[in-house]
């Protein structure tokens, strides 16, 4: 049997885990974690030139790019947390290159989008450069990776609200859930934007082998304090699902919804004439 | 030439509160503020008593699994008419 040519091989790589369980719930709950300015600005520099002249997918070969990059300690140690164990390091990259002023893109979820607890993956966006509001920054809605969208049936919105735009100084990071919604913000300004894309993905099954909080309460902890946009308790299920497949184990997530039956009812924390489910309840 | 208001809302009475707008003024999609204190509706309801009239309501089809959220809550549609020229 013959093997596909062009195939990669994949690249792991390794370091220790940096999120604490109320970080790696943030993730679930919001779909992103933003690091401002972690790459060191002759990094930036260098990438922005080398871009210029070489295009941006051999980034992912050269050395002090995947060093201080994909490697950026603060990212790595997110991306760790999230996926594992020897992650695989990104074998693309693509740049989202605009001649600004521009007008400003559809709201999309990026095709192959899965909707679902897993994060088996990860997209990461890395500004080279300086991308204030003037420069047409992504925008992104928080929450928004796990509301199901057809990405050829979301292009009439425009204004939504709690949409944020990722304005960042040069060498901010972005790490996203995949099926996140998101769109280039509309440039006022004159210049050239970069915005590299890449994503990273799991090798091993996940494990809560992140940074443990010793506080961290699975049963009265909130999963989604201000809520997100879906329906009535879908928004605290959601984060707490992804949450809950993160750790390996859904076992706490089943004792506090009473068993896999639907409905999920009140999120937690609850107390008083909210609490559910009550002591030997038992679905059938 | 007539003017389009797609209004998303959290559910389908007339007036919830609202997730997301588009607003299509003379053949133009103009920019509604980012803030949402500043949306010219802040209802369904507001945007009907200021004359514009729905022409779709959120399709009920679309919303019947209980098991996913699909898109941006429940939409509506809406417009105003006028003379072209």
């Known amino acids: 049997m013959s093997q596909i040519a062009s195939m990669q091989p994949i690249r792991p790589a390794n370091c220790e885990p940096t999120l604490t ?59 760790r947390s999230l996926l594992g164990s020897n992650f695989a390091l990104p074998v693309g990259v693509s740049n989202h290159l605009v ?24 997209q990461v966006f890395y500004y080279p450069q300086d991308t204030p509001a003037e420069m047409g920054p992504t925008e992104i809605y928080p929450g928004s990776h796990h509301l199901f969208a057809l990405q050829s049936w979301m292009g009439h919105y425009d204004r939504i ?15 996203t859930a995949y099926s996140i919604w998101h769109r280039r913000a509309a440039s006022t300004a004159t210049g050239t934007r970069n ?25 009265t902890t909130e999963y989604v304090p201000n809520g997100l946009p879906g329906q009535q308790f879908r928004d605290w299920y959601d984060a707490a699902a992804m949450f809950f497949w993160l750790c390996g184990d859904d076992r706490p997530l089943q004792a506090i919804l009473g068993g896999k039956g639907w409905p999920m009812g009140y999120p937690p924390p609850r107390s008083g004439a909210n609490t559910f489910p009550p002591e030997g309840f038992q679905r059938f | 030439m007539q003017d389009l208001l797609y209004i998303q809302t959290n559910s389908t009475s007339l007036d919830a509160g609202l997730l997301g707008m588009t607003l299509v003024v003379d053949g133009q999609i103009v920019d509604v503020a980012e803030d949402p204190v500043d949306w010219p509706y802040q209802t369904v309801l507001e945007a009907i008593q200021d004359g514009w009239h729905v022409v779709q309501f959120p399709n ?26």
């Not at chain 1, 922005?48 to 941006?56: K, S, T, V």
Request: net charge negative; with cysteine.
């Open chain 1, 161 to 175: 609200r709690d949409a944020i735009r990722t304005s960042a100084p040069a060498g901010s990071i972005f790490i």
């Open chain 1, 195 to 219: 915005l590299l894309k890449y994503s990273y993905w799991r090798t091993v099954a996940p494990k809560r082998d992140w940074v443990a909080e010793s506080d961290f309460d699975f049963s």
């Open chain 1, 99 to 122: 001649e600004c002023p521009a007008p400003k893109q559809n709201w999309h979820r990026d095709g192959g989008s899965r909707y679902g607890p897993q994060v088996n993956n990860l």
């Open chain 2, 60 to 85: 009920l089809a679309l919303l019947m699994d209980e098991s996913r959220t699909y898109g941006l809550g429940c939409e509506f549609i809406l417009e105003k008419t006028k003379p072209s020229g």
């Open chain 1, 21 to 79: 369980d109320s970080q790696v719930l943030e993730f679930c709950r919001k779909g992103y974690l933003f690091f401002e300015a972690v790459v060191p600005q002759e990094v930036n520099e260098r990438a922005f030139d080398f871009i210029a002249e070489h295009g941006q997918n051999p980034l992912r070969q050269e050395d002090w790019f995947v060093q201080n990059v994909f490697l950026n300690p603060p990212v790595a140690g997110a991306v």
